[in-house]
């Protein structure tokens, strides 16, 4: 995959047989995408009238015919400061520079699959906003991270990994802190993790339908959405009624809190792969209950997946990536084959990765769409897309704006 960041003074021109605009397909048709100053100018199509190439020493035509275009994909929840292999912060306590390093290796894994921008879904170390500002910075490059800096959660509530308990009198003052010190949304654990021994139990609920509320309108006073993390119907029917911006997980959710979902235009970000790859990791290990409880468990996610689809609810694609199990990037192409198994078409499984994914993420003026005047977030792939496999395959360029002034630049990933 070949990485290409243009800067203010540079021309492009991207040839395709089809482009995906976010919201629909145009193919069987020879397409040119002209792009310049970082945003696309025009889309010209076989039967238009043809435009000549601008004359422009930069200028440089890239793709054909066998290619598609389409806007590179988000990954609506992320976490940062996990490895995918050791899900405890404890145990990832190192080095400054080596953590550096590691972090780098995770944003680089982003944009070899695709990905131009992440949403951290936090940690109690502040490791995910950090992150953030050094690759604004520049200091480590990777996609745009939209960080959520520590979650919130009460004490003795599910989550310490992810932020310190608050007594429910604290939530007011420390989401205006939090909103001072620049987060881009608020991240709050409303209920606790999906059991993989008891089909069907989720840890408890944290909070009440007052509080929740009081939280959801705190975060708005001061210009910020909430994603929350409710894994039982219990948890997701609070955050409906408070009006979170999106619901994360969602396991056990019911079709009425789906059709409130879509009537009120909450979000849900479903999150199956860190549920799925669980009988991989230690195939060995587990008794034949238990592998039965997780692939119950993960089955029933993709009917609701479908079924979420058919009621018109906003679907982002969201992989929880650090988890156990879960490796950055490549994790992301998992979730795409999952969400083609519950029966998504090419369409909605790229709608949801890229229009709903930018939505849900906060950079919906940015990215997720294909149009003249829109920054040139754009993917050039090979024409077969139908993500069955769940590896990475065909993707032959990125093309994002440089995030500074100067001459085009080139990466090559393997």
């Not at 889309?43 to 440089?60: A, G, M, T, Y």
């Not at 604290?170 to 008891?198: C, D, H, M, P, W």
């Not at 955050?239 to 619901?247: E, F, P, R, Y």
């Not at 997780?294 to 609701?304: N, S």
Request: glycine share 10%; charged share 20%; net charge neutral.
């Amino acid at each position: 995959m070949q990485l290409i960041e243009l800067s203010c003074s540079d021309r492009l021109i991207v040839e395709a047989g089809a482009l995906f605009t976010g919201c629909s397909f145009i193919a069987g048709k020879h397409i040119r995408v002209h792009i310049s100053d970082g945003k696309i100018k025009h889309i010209e199509e076989e039967n238009d009238q043809l435009i000549p190439p601008v004359s422009h020493k930069n200028c440089r035509v890239i793709g054909g015919d066998h290619l598609t275009i389409i806007p590179c994909f988000i990954d609506c929840h992320v976490h940062l400061a996990l490895d995918g292999v050791n899900y405890s912060l404890k145990k990832q306590r190192i080095n400054r520079l080596l953590l550096k390093d590691r972090l780098q290796d995770r944003l680089s894994s982003y944009l070899i699959h695709g990905i131009a921008a992440v949403r951290d879904g936090g940690d109690r170390e502040g490791i995910g906003v950090a992150c953030r500002d050094m690759v604004e910075r520049m200091e480590l490059k990777g996609p745009l991270v939209m960080a959520s800096g520590k979650a919130l959660r009460k004490y003795g509530g599910y989550g310490s990994f992810l932020g310190p308990g608050l007594a429910p009198g604290e939530f007011a003052q420390i989401i205006k802190r939090y909103a001072v010190e620049g987060i881009n949304q608020v991240k709050i654990l409303v209920s606790g993790i999906v059991s993989f021994t008891e089909y069907g139990r989720v840890s408890s609920v944290q909070f009440d339908s007052k509080e929740l509320s009081q939280i959801v309108q705190v975060a708005a006073d001061h210009g910020l959405k909430v994603m929350a993390h409710a894994s039982s119907d219990e948890a997701v029917r609070l955050c409906i009624k408070a009006g979170v911006h999106s619901v994360e997980h969602g396991f056990f959710l019911s079709e009425d809190s789906l059709k409130a979902m879509a009537e009120k235009g909450v979000a849900w970000v479903p999150t199956v792969v860190p549920v799925a790859v669980q009988n991989q990791l230690k195939p060995d290990g587990r008794y034949a209950k238990d592998k039965l409880v997780i692939e119950q468990t993960y089955r029933r996610q993709l009917r609701m997946i479908r079924r979420a689809q058919q009621l018109g609810v906003i679907i982002g694609v969201g992989t929880d990536a650090g988890a156990a199990g879960v490796q950055h990037g490549a994790g992301f192409w998992q979730e795409l084959h999952l969400f083609r198994e519950a029966g998504l078409t090419t369409e909605e499984i790229l709608t949801a990765a890229t229009r709903n994914a930018a939505y849900i993420a906060g950079l919906e003026d940015t990215m997720g769409l294909i149009a003249p005047g829109r920054p040139a977030y754009l993917l050039v792939v090979d024409n077969d897309l139908s993500f069955k496999s769940g590896q990475l395959s065909g993707i032959r360029y990125m093309i994002r704006p440089k995030p500074d002034a100067g001459a085009v630049s080139s990466f090559h990933y393997a």
